[in-house]
């Protein structure tokens, strides 16, 4: 059935229709700003704000945290002022009886003495917060950690709220114990269908991923993390090692991008080997597995959270990032402690740029002796000694360009030179 148009309501001969002249405007705006100062018509919902009644607004004390000292200051300049009055008037009594009998009595002795002990009663009310707070205790674990000036790399930001200075240190110390739950060890054993060489494909491929898609360094790392701990869980069979590998980028550049590649962007790379229904599917199974903990500590920002400790530059930070990227190809290296493994490649990276070895502010940061590092570093430089693979070269075309300084076609530093600053 159609519906019925509203007429509009005609204009009758005898009725005149105002001019809208600039007088008639502002008495209509007038008229407007009346109505809405004025209580709702019949039937119509109360006119308010996002957090307060408009027309309850003279009723409604807001408390403005800017605004708490400067009441406190007055509160505190009646009590005085009034406390100065009672003074005044006890003096003045005082004074008036004194002159009259010459001696003062014992009623108003009394009354003196208990005026005396309310004014002290009020001082001590109005002593300042700040001794109060002072007086507790803070727990141990709530005190701030006492760091030496001489190791202290954070107060040159303290303006910069986004390097979070007052805590920094604490975050990272933190992201070190967190490693100890995230702890793997060599799973090819337990999957029948996948081997070494399997895995280095899937990784180099990973890589160029990254580059096509102008991914952060994080997310290659995060998901490389990821396809470890679900392949350490859950046997696969190879036909489907591309879809977890794809499938962990996706939720890695949803954890870490600003704005992540979508599904059909993972589908397409992956020549559409696989369904949209499948790639959702692996990645329920993979957060699953993972119950869904996937704030995994990675070597990249240990890695430059520690060059920050020596202020090294650029070009070092590089090469130590080209030795922390190599990392992820070696199954040996996959169950080393991302912090652990960060250190070791920024002192292969100091010792190659002749920069000096493994200072004390760098020991106080890390946590770790040159002793600790140095079974790491040998590992590092057998991998990076052994020739290259032709099929697997994604990682060293990409740090020997330009942008990266061509830290990849640098010469490997020798393994006596590294024997040496092991033993300073």
Known sequence: MPIPRVRKPAVTAGSKIPKLTATTSENQEEGTQAKRSSSPPHGAPKKRTAFIDITNAHKVQLSIPGRKKDAAKKQAKKTSSATVSTKNQANLKKSLSTSSEG????????????????????????????????????????????????????????????????????????????????????????????????????????????????????????????????????????????LIGSTAMLIASKFEERSPPCVDDFLYICDDAYKREELISTEANILQALRFDINIPIPYRFLRRYAKCVSAGMDTLTL??????MSLMEMELVTERGSLLASACLLMALVTKELGGWSPILQFHSGYQTSDLAPVVRKLHVMLSAPPDDKLRAIRNKYAHKVFFEVASLPLVDIDVLEKAFSQ
Do not use: G
Not at 320 to 325: G, I, L, V
């Open 103 to 242: 001696t003062p009595s014992e009623k108003e002795k009394t009354d003196a003495e208990e005026e005396e002990r309310e004014e002290e009663a009020q001082s001590d009310a109005a002593a300042p917060v700040e001794e109060l707070v002072a007086a507790v205790e803070v727990p141990e674990h709530l005190r701030k950690q006492h760091i030496p000036e001489e190791f202290d790399i954070d107060s040159e930001n303290s303006e910069d709220c986004y390097m979070c200075p007052e805590y920094a240190k604490d975050i990272f110390d933190y992201l070190k114990q967190r490693e100890e739950k995230f702890v793997l060890c060599d799973y090819m054993p337990t999957q029948p269908s996948l081997n070494l060489e399997m895995r280095s494909i899937l990784i180099d491929w990973l890589v160029e991923v990254q580059e096509n898609f102008e991914l952060y360094h994080e997310t290659l790392y995060l998901a490389v993390k990821m396809t470890d701990h679900y392949l350490a869980q859950t046997p696969v069979h190879r036909e489907m090692l591309q």
């Open 320 to 325: 130590a990032r080209y030795f922390c990227e």
